[in-house]
């Protein structure tokens, strides 16, 4: 069955961590990615990995601060988030795309979603 079920949002404070999953059903040889919408903007790619995971792109805001990672045995994806800022603030998507290309344009299929608020 193919499906995309994230989890692991919530509420963190400035400079706290948290670790994101997504279980990636039927999408092994595919890449996943991360995208986020922060109210009031478009939404932008976070950070994706191909099929192997010998590849990953991160968005310039959060180079540094965030991993991707994927474990393949389980098909989940997972984006540990640390330092996390409150413009980190917004939904939080899991998506499969092409490759690992995070532009948007390659996205096959959307997860529903999960709230990631960073604040005091």
């Known amino acids: 069955q193919l499906q995309l079920v994230e989890s692991g949002g919530g509420l963190v404070q400035p400079g706290g961590s948290l670790t994101l999953s997504c279980a990636a059903s039927?999408?092994?040889?595919?890449?996943l990615g991360w995208f986020r919408q922060a109210p009031g903007k478009e939404r932008e790619g976070v950070s994706c990995?191909?099929?192997?995971?010998?590849?990953?792109k991160y968005a310039d805001s959060v180079k540094g601060r965030f991993t991707i990672s994927r474990d393949k045995a389980k098909d989940t994806v997972y984006l540990q988030m640390d330092s996390l800022k409150p413009e980190d603030t917004g939904v939080y998507y899991c998506?499969?795309?092409?490759?690992?290309?995070?532009?948007?344009?390659?996205?096959?299929?959307w997860g529903q979603g999960t709230q990631v608020t960073v604040s005091s």
């Open positions: 998506a499969v795309v092409r490759g690992n290309d995070c532009s948007g344009a390659g996205v096959y299929r």
């Open positions: 039927g999408f092994t040889f595919y890449g």
């Open positions: 990995i191909n099929s192997s995971g010998g590849r990953t």
